[in-house]
């Protein structure tokens, strides 16, 4: 939680971009601590190595330390502590961390995945099957926006005419457009 | 980088060790954690550590930015048209249990083919995905 | 003290609302982005938080276990941790082109630079 | 065997293009094969159409697994039209596309251009179909993100910062929004629309057994995190911020396409999620979503209808005009009566003609004169008449003359008000018309009645019309709305069946 504070507080973009890796590191442990072992995986994979590395590729691209404003923004903070009020007041129902008897634990669809699954997929790992087959729609989804990242990445940081090293093909494709 | 001996040396012991693993997290999702989300990640990793070493251009010679690009659509292409076939094979979209031989009988065969299928796709989308917006990044910032 | 059962709800509250803070407080373009990870990440947890059951193990069969933690909340957030990378890139990559396109990656500095033009 | 499974075709044919569109890479044919699955796209919306019409809703479990364990794709007549909507639109704009891309995006690039095009196609038919809460979340993210990286192709260099503007916003939305699915998973256990419906009326009434007291103050949080998630999508009037910019700077096509279908797409996800998911009584009568609604709605349409009138770029112009339309569809929510409700879901669809209809104009004028800027467009009337027309009828369409479409639409909702015998509120959604006129008659003045400034003793740039490719669709879609505000059985009646169905009337 401390990372997460000096984050915000810290001006120097460089420690900022490293915190946040280191962030989603430990919150990777978290959910290894959590029993959410797939999810702890991906977010070490993603969360730390991808997004910190792209992270640091963008700020070798542009500016490593953020200009000081001294105008204090009343607003934002509004916002925040009313959101974070909001939620507080939601989590004064919710089942308690761990409940056995919370609503999403009893009956459906939570028992089928684990007690079903094995026979009807014939996978040890759930979570594979419930992504894979049970809701393999939702990880189509999943792959397709990951391809629109792609494809938006590139729309944005592609110069025209680099993919080609000889440079010919495309200059020819300008001119008949 | 030419002059890091030691960098270059261990890097080129660990880029397999890389590939590899990516390979293992990749098919071995069904019993342990893993599938072909994370082991597109690690294999990304990979190429990204050899494009560190090696360098861009060379990086780009062993993977070229066209290949990786329709690489991310073949991945989505993989993942639908296990989704088709399944639909050719008289079962609704995704549904796996179609594919099998025996749909009645044993319709892991065809969730397990499914599965495999699907998660190949995601991998090689994950994969290209990540190395093609790497290189756009390395690439804007050369020139 | 029936209330110490959502003590970790709080936290990642907490976690969450620094994050947006930051997104809707800050004017560097890249801390906004940090910032959404940290909301991101936050609301993650509260997913995860949800699904674990006490004395309960990873959602992988084995001989043995009989209680296993919710799966559905961590396919969920496998998902959503595949959105939130993607949005985090081209993100990024919007940045880069904004810092080449007005020299600063300051939210003022470019509204002053947008009302010049 | 196709037609059982037409349903998850209309999703999966868009979002199989796209990648092959990068597979094809050839300029021509990703444009041939673009307008192609934009047409296919709307033939089966419009088979789905009459179907749902003739045979009540169409339902498909994803891979053959019940519901709540799978996905559930559902249709009735409600999401069935508002596909209708987002693909025949689609399918005009496509075909109009080649003209203005060429002049926005560089050669080599514009099959990328295409394939995030199909996919903001496949987000925003995927949000419609399905019934299930976080696929639509998923459906969302395709929808915002593709959307982001079409609007940053425009040609000014503020397309950069209006396209990151609408990702941070966005990003803020769907991150409430996760965070309103989240709690509600959290009391039900499940994310089917409608065992969603059910469970959550079970949570309210057990509520007044004593050993669940208060169980639904998580539902609450939940409900407000949705309803301020969505609103942000839908650009609600305090939540706009996004949109004028985006709108401007985005190239013509984009700003046609996500102007008449993004923010309908997520108006009927506010529907959805009000109506259907958490239900009537709960959001009306225990949370009186209405009274915060209505005043939102109506100071909403008066602030961007004024400050409209205050624009020099007709493009930004449009997009406050969208912010101001946007609170009348909303003013026709807050009245929860089948009357307003009709009145929002016809002007959901007149309203996307008018506005795909409007923004393509101005594709037109962007093409021949190189600027959307009021000063720049003295004496258009006669350089581009045709253009200039379409302009007309779209304008008369905002104002809500008779025999348009946008009549019909104002005319169910002060109708709807006169119904709960909202006397102010009649009066004054018939008196923000007027704002309307004046900022298209700014515009008409300065096209009809003021004389081009020749450049210091040069000749007049001779203009040529817009090619036909551009103007036919403009037409098109514009010739539409005039048709719907004469015939109006077809749109009326499916809207006030989708009306009567959320309200739980009717059949």
């Not at chain 3, 003290?1 to 947006?20: A, D, E, H, Q, S």
């Not at chain 4, 809460?133 to 425009?154: H, K, R, T």
């Not at chain 4, 205050?310 to 112009?317: D, G, S």
């Not at chain 4, 514009?478 to 009337?505: D, H, I, K, N, Q």
Request: neutral net charge; contains cysteine; hydrophobic residues 55%.
């Amino acid at each position: 939680m401390s990372t997460a504070i000096a984050i915000v507080v810290l001006r120097d973009l460089w420690s900022s971009v490293i915190l946040s890796g280191i962030f989603s590191l430990i919150s990777a442990g978290l959910f290894v601590v959590m029993d959410a072992v797939d999810v702890a995986f991906t977010e070490a994979a993603v969360g730390a190595g991808v997004s910190t590395v792209l992270m640091l590729g963008t700020l070798a691209l542009t500016d490593t330390s953020e200009k000081r404003s001294d105008r204090f923004q009343v607003l934002p903070l509004l916002v925040v502590l009313l959101t974070g009020a909001a939620l507080i007041y939601s989590t004064l129902d919710m089942p308690h961390y761990g409940d056995p008897y919370a609503p999403i634990h009893l009956g459906e669809p939570a028992n089928t995945y684990i007690y079903k699954s094995s026979n009807e997929i014939g996978v040890p790992n759930i979570v594979t099957s419930v992504l894979a087959s049970y809701r393999g729609y939702d990880t189509l989804g999943e792959t397709v926006v990951i391809f629109t990242a792609g494809i938006g990445v590139l729309l944005l940081l592609r110069r025209s005419c680099e993919m080609d090293q000889e440079g010919k093909t495309c200059v020819n494709e300008e001119s008949h457009s | 980088m030419k002059r890091h001996y030691i960098v270059r040396v261990i890097s080129k012991l660990l880029i397999p060790c890389i590939f590899l693993f990516a390979l293992y997290v990749q098919f071995h999702g069904d019993y342990g954690p893993g599938g072909g989300f994370q082991a597109g990640v690690i294999f990304a990793s990979g190429i990204v550590l050899y494009t560190l070493v090696v360098g861009l251009d060379r990086a780009q010679q062993a993977f070229h930015p066209r290949i990786i690009e329709i690489l991310v659509a073949i991945g989505v292409l993989i993942y639908g048209s296990v989704g088709i076939w399944c639909l050719a094979s008289g079962g609704k979209f995704l549904d796996y249990n179609a594919l099998a031989d025996d749909p009645v009988r044993h319709p892991q065969h065809g969730q397990h083919l499914g599965i495999l299928l699907v998660e190949l796709g995601v991998g090689i989308t994950v994969a290209a995905a990540v190395v093609s917006i790497f290189f756009a990044f390395v690439n804007r910032g050369r020139s | 003290m029936p209330n110490l059962g959502l003590f970790n709800y709080w936290v990642v509250i907490v976690l969450m609302m620094t994050g947006f803070y930051t997104v809707i407080a800050r004017g560097n373009l890249i801390k906004k982005l940090i910032g959404l990870n940290v909301f991101q990440v936050s609301v993650f947890m509260l997913y995860i938080s949800m699904a674990n059951v006490k004395g309960g193990t990873a959602p992988i069969i084995f001989e043995g276990a009989k209680i296993y933690s919710n799966p559905l909340p961590h396919v969920l957030i496998l998902t959503a941790i595949v959105v939130g990378v993607s949005t985090t890139s081209l993100g990024l990559a919007l940045v880069v082109r904004i810092k080449e396109a007005f020299g600063t990656i300051e939210e003022d500095d470019i509204r002053r630079l947008e009302e010049e033009a | 065997m196709i037609a059982d499974h037409l349903l998850i075709l209309q999703v999966i044919v868009p979002l199989l293009a796209a990648p092959l569109c990068v597979v094809l890479r050839h300029r021509m044919l990703v444009r041939l094969f673009a307008v192609l699955v934009g047409w296919v796209v709307f033939a089966i919306a419009i088979m789905l159409l009459t179907r749902v019409l003739n045979a009540g809703t169409v339902d498909y479990n994803l891979g053959n697994w019940a519901v709540p364990w799978g996905i559930e794709c559902r249709l009735d007549s409600l999401n069935a039209f508002v596909l209708l909507i987002v693909s025949g639109i689609a399918a005009v704009v496509l075909p109009f596309a080649p003209h203005t891309v060429k002049d926005e995006v560089s050669g080599d690039k514009q099959y990328l251009f295409f394939a995030a095009f199909l996919l903001c196609l496949t987000g925003l038919l995927g949000i419609t179909i399905t019934w299930d809460i976080f696929n639509m979340f998923v459906f969302l993210e395709i929808s915002s993100l593709s959307a982001c990286a079409l609007i940053s192709m425009g040609r000014s260099r503020r397309a950069l910062t209006a396209a990151y503007q609408y990702l941070v916003m966005g990003t803020i939305g769907s991150t409430f929004i996760l965070i309103g699915i989240g709690l509600m998973y959290m009391m039900t256990g499940t994310l089917n629309i409608s065992d969603l419906n059910d469970r959550l009326q079970r949570l309210i009434i057990v509520n007044q057994v004593p050993m669940f007291v208060n169980q639904t103050r998580t539902v609450i949080a939940a409900f407000a995190f949705l309803t301020v998630g969505i609103s942000i999508k839908l650009a609600l009037f305090p939540l706009h911020a996004w949109l004028p910019n985006a709108y401007t700077f985005a190239p013509s096509m984009v700003t046609a396409f996500l102007a008449s279908t993004a923010t309908k797409v997520s108006f009927y996800v506010l529907l959805r999620v009000i109506f259907t998911v958490f239900g009537v009584t709960f959001a009306f009568q225990s949370m009186q979503l209405n009274t915060w609604l209505m005043p939102l709605a109506l100071v909403g349409i008066y602030i961007a209808s004024t400050v409209a009138i205050y624009q020099n770029n007709v493009k930004r112009l449009l997009a406050y005009s969208s912010v101001a339309q946007i609170g009348y569809m909303v003013l026709g929510l807050s009245f929860v009566s089948v009357t307003g409700l009709t009145s929002s879901i016809v002007h959901l669809f007149n309203h996307a003609l008018m506005k795909g209809g409007l923004f393509l104009a101005m594709g037109c004028i962007m093409l021949r004169l190189g600027s959307v800027q009021l000063q720049d467009m003295k004496g258009l009337g006669r350089r581009m008449p045709l253009t200039m027309a379409a302009f007309v009828v779209g304008g008369l369409n905002l104002i809500g003359v008779p025999m348009t479409a946008g009549f019909i639409s104002k005319w169910y909702l002060i109708l709807a008000a006169l119904e709960q015998g909202l006397w102010l509120v009649a009066v004054l959604s018939l008196f923000s018309s007027l704002l309307a006129v004046v900022y298209v008659w700014r515009v008409v003045e300065v096209a009809y009645f003021q004389e081009p400034e020749r450049p210091a003793g040069g000749e007049l740039r001779r203009l040529n019309e817009a090619p036909v490719s551009m103007l036919l669709p403009t037409w098109m879609i514009l010739g539409a709305s005039l048709v719907f505000g004469v015939y109006t059985e077809f749109p009326v009646g499916v809207a006030r069946r989708a009306a009567e169905m959320l309200m739980g009337v009717g059949s």
